[in-house]
């Protein structure tokens, strides 16, 4: 006889059958696709009306994005797998900008716009995690008439690990250390809102206030996993999420420590995953894999 048994902890529900352990993650796929934000949202659709001209030099750079941008994620936590942010409108011309050396951490950290600290470390959150470390290049195209420009293309060759931002939690920290300088680029800022932090120094650990740049963030919603089976020593499930997105299975026996069992990346939204599951209890989830 098969037993299903559900137990709502926290934002996700836990499913029994039998004597194994499906952790049912996320929102409804059927509504999985990548969302675009613009943060701040003020300039999403205007020009910022300032810019700021990088060329060269190291330099470390940091910028807190406020929860409340982010509310076409429904209050729900998603995987960031990019970012971009603007150039200024005075690129009229196609440009290429090139990072030798980048590193990119992200965080929740509950530092608001206005409350930012001018020691670096103070604003990170306990969950910082590095996004991106390796050459970084972005590509803007040609552009005439009015209106903000579209964002650079940005190119991460060497792969990212995506970022887990739950807008509930606390704003979203962006903190870049660009170990070799960069060539010459013209981001699109806004003089009056002084949410970032700079210094000519990769290492420095204090900064000063800087205006804020116009960013977009690519985000992609959890995966479901449904129709949990056990049979022979083996569980079954339905993962349902992203297209040629990998995702992880991992497994667990107390929700604390996770092992990596499986990757799977499929033409199809909806796949069926089957893993050995010989333990008598055990818990599985599935995490975005290298982007």
Known sequence: MKIIKKVKRACTNVA???????LLVGIHSSQAAEIKIVSPSSCRNRE???????CCPAFRYQQ??????????????HWIVAFTWRPDQSVTNPL???LPDVQ???STTQRGPDDLSLQFDDNLGSDVTQFYRGPFITVADAHSGP???AFYHV???AGITPYLYDPSKGNLLWDLIAWQGESPARADQIP???????????????GQRSPAAVFQFTFIPMPELSNPTWSGGQFQFTLTGETNVNYVIQASTNLQSWTPLATNSSPQASRNITINALNSRNFYRAVVGPY
Not at 16 to 22: D, N, P, V
Not at 48 to 54: D, L, P, Q
């Open 16 to 22: 029994l059958i039998g004597t194994s352990l499906l």
């Open 48 to 54: 910022g009306e300032g810019a700021v001209e990088n």
């Open 64 to 77: 807190v994005f406020p929860a409340e941008d982010f509310a076409a994620l429904g209050n729900q936590p």
């Open 96 to 98: 290429t900008v090139q």
């Open 104 to 106: 990119v951490r992200l």
């Open 147 to 149: 209106g903000p420009r």
């Open 155 to 157: 190119d991460y060759p």
């Open 192 to 206: 009056g809102m002084q949410t970032a932090l700079y210094v000519s120094d990769p290492l420095g650990s204090q």
